[in-house]
């Protein structure tokens, strides 16, 4: 039995009946968007600190008290969440900080977090009885809500901009969805997403406008809590496009912290790239969100120039007495190899701007050696292999000669 009470807008504050209202605030229009209530007294009389050592599902469905579903989709068969949480070697000792930790939701069937947002999206569809879900996508929440549509046996109509990494693309072909490669970027191909929406009734997964997203991305946060064994780290370290994930980790910490199983909600470390900072620079100078026509990264999951989720993103970083801080594409690219050759983890542009800020945090002194920081990975490095191989590595091209690797190492190769 779900524990939802309701939704409440963030704008106006009206409280609504989930089964007569599925998306936004149908007063305030897009920017209401709607906050899932819970029934926290009855939440804590089933989760609690006993029930999970004791649960043997390490997945995302361990959370399911704390859910806005009836029941784990039985169509779903696919391992989402419980990604590891590893203690940094050599990445946080280098940088002075001893407590560093990555959170690695590469891992996910799909290889990044969105698939957390997807698996609610597949659960509410089957609930209200939808066959078709859509999305627009930078390439990551696609490709995450075609391959689990494709194991629960439903349909995908994807909208992505056509210059979409390829390994991305790849995936949205493969998983069979009905992929629209939008002649524009990620902002043009939400809003035809959302016409299209309209037009032909389908079960809608966008960001912000359907209010279960964050539900699923808070799971995130829950993990990385129960991880660390409910003593919530300082600071999490999260890169930000649309701020779904951002607030969606917000949600999960101060969920625990209702529940009574964390002390403290831990400081927010929002990450934008120089080239589309809206919500970055709105935290940095207290001014509302100005949206941007044009903007550019190498890190395209994090290219939103119209942040779907700001109002609530911006709030959730404030209020966390967190900050943001933006990083160049220099900067992201060189973090891909850091952490790599540091950490033997595999970074998308867009994950690697956390580890990229985690750096420029250290070296300006604005992270301390006793704090306990938490870097999320939200996408693997193989979805865009383009910017991988802008690393600089080690390599050389050889005959197929041994003695050509013996003058090679020689040579101090
Ligand atoms: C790998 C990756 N990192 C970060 C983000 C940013 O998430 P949000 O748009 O919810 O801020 C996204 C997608 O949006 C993503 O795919
Ligand atoms: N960058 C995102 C855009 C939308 O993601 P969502 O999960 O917030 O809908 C992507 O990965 O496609």
């Known amino acids: 039995m779900s524990s939802v009470l309701g939704l409440k807008c963030m704008k106006c ?12 605030c149908p007063t305030c229009g897009n920017d209401g968007i709607l906050e899932v209530l819970y029934d926290y007294d009855r939440i804590r009389t089933v989760l609690t600190t ?4 004791n649960d043997p599902d390490l997945s995302m469905w361990r959370y399911l008290a704390l859910l806005p579903v009836e029941e784990r989709p039985p169509s779903l068969t696919l391992h989402i969440g419980w990604t590891p949480l590893y203690a940094s070697k050599r990445v946080g000792p280098q940088l002075g900080l001893p407590h560093v930790w990555f959170k690695d939701d590469g891992r996910n069937p799909t290889a990044s977090l969105k698939d957390r947002a997807s698996a609610i999206a597949i659960a509410k569809a089957a609930e209200f009885g939808e066959h078709i879900i859509t999305a627009a996508t930078t390439g990551n929440a696609g490709s995450s809500l075609a391959g689990l549509a494709a194991n629960a046996g439903v349909a995908a109509y994807i909208f992505a901009p056509v210059s979409a990494p390829a390994g991305k693309i790849a995936q949205l072909r493969v998983f069979g969805s009905h ?20 037009r032909f009734g389908w079960y809608n997964r966008n960001t912000a406008f359907n209010p279960y997203m964050v539900e699923g991305k808070k799971t995130v946060a829950l993990e990385v809590a129960e991880q ?35 002390d403290h909600v831990p400081q927010l470390i929002a990450v934008q790239a120089e080239g589309c900072a809206p919500i970055a620079r709105a935290v940095i100078s207290g001014e509302p969100v100005t ?21 609530m993103a911006v709030r959730d970083i404030r209020s966390s007495g967190g900050m943001a801080v933006t990083v160049s594409d220099d900067e992201i690219i060189d973090a891909i190899g850091f952490l790599g050759r540091n950490e033997g983890i595999f970074a998308e542009p867009a994950a690697a ?31 865009d292999v383009q910017n991988a191989l802008k690393v600089k590595g080690t390599s050389m091209t050889i005959p197929p000669i041994i003695d050509a690797v013996e003058q090679a190492i020689a040579d101090g190769f």
């Open 13 to 24: 504050g009206r409280e609504y009946d989930p089964s007569a209202t599925r998306y936004v």
């Open 50 to 53: 006993e029930q999970l050592e």
């Open 179 to 198: 992929l629209f490669l939008v002649d524009g970027n990620y902002d043009q191909a939400f809003d035809l997403c959302m016409d299209a929406t309209e």
């Open 228 to 262: 660390l064994r409910f003593e919530a780290p300082d600071k999490v370290i999260v890169s930000v496009g649309d701020g779904c994930i951002v607030s969606g980790v917000a949600k999960g910490f101060r969920d625990l912290l209702t529940l009574g199983l964390i």
């Open 291 to 311: 949206y941007l026509e044009n903007p550019t990264s190498c890190a395209d999951s994090i290219v939103a120039g119209i942040p779907r989720n700001h109002l």
């Open 353 to 383: 701007a956390s580890v990229a800020a985690l750096r420029k945090l250290a070296d300006g002194g604005d992270v301390h050696q006793e704090d306990r920081i938490v870097v999320l990975i939200t996408g693997n490095g193989l979805k």
